[in-house]
């Protein structure tokens, strides 16, 4: 059992940088894969980010490539996004997530746990 939270969301403008944070609870940290999502109101949750239990590997979004990354600290247990040259349409509420295991990890079906969401908002 993981309990995840994340901090860190906050209102920016356009062209400014975030970091968010995941803080986990519970064993085997380092077991699990993890991600970023997020989530505009009426919308499909989004895959954002994702790095891998050996954390050797990260993936990205097209929209992020390039300007967002995905970092984890297993002795902290967290991990983080950093965000940098943020965009009006970057704004959502953004969820941490965790899986066991290293397949689908694009798809929000295969998380196992999340947390509460952070909400980022970007101002033009």
């Known amino acids: 059992q993981v309990q995840l939270v994340e901090s860190g969301g906050g209102l920016v403008q356009a062209g400014d940088s975030l970091r968010l944070s995941c803080a986990a609870s519970?064993?085997?940290?380092?077991?699990?894969?993890l991600a970023w999502f997020r989530q505009d109101p009426g919308k499909e949750r989004e895959f954002v980010a994702a790095?891998?239990?050996?954390?050797?590997?990260?993936f990205y979004a097209d929209s992020a490539k390039g300007r967002f990354t995905i970092s984890r600290e297993n002795n902290k247990k967290s991990v983080f996004l950093q965000m940098n040259a943020l965009k009006p349409e970057d704004t959502a509420v953004y969820y941490c997530?965790?899986?066991?295991?290293?397949?689908?990890?694009?798809?929000?079906?295969?998380?196992?746990?999340w947390g509460q969401g952070t909400q980022v908002t970007v101002s033009s």
């Open positions: 790095i891998l239990w050996t954390w050797t590997q990260t």
């Open positions: 519970g064993r085997d940290f380092s077991a699990y894969s």
């Open positions: 997530a965790a899986k066991i295991g290293d397949d689908q990890l694009t798809s929000s079906a295969g998380y196992n746990y």
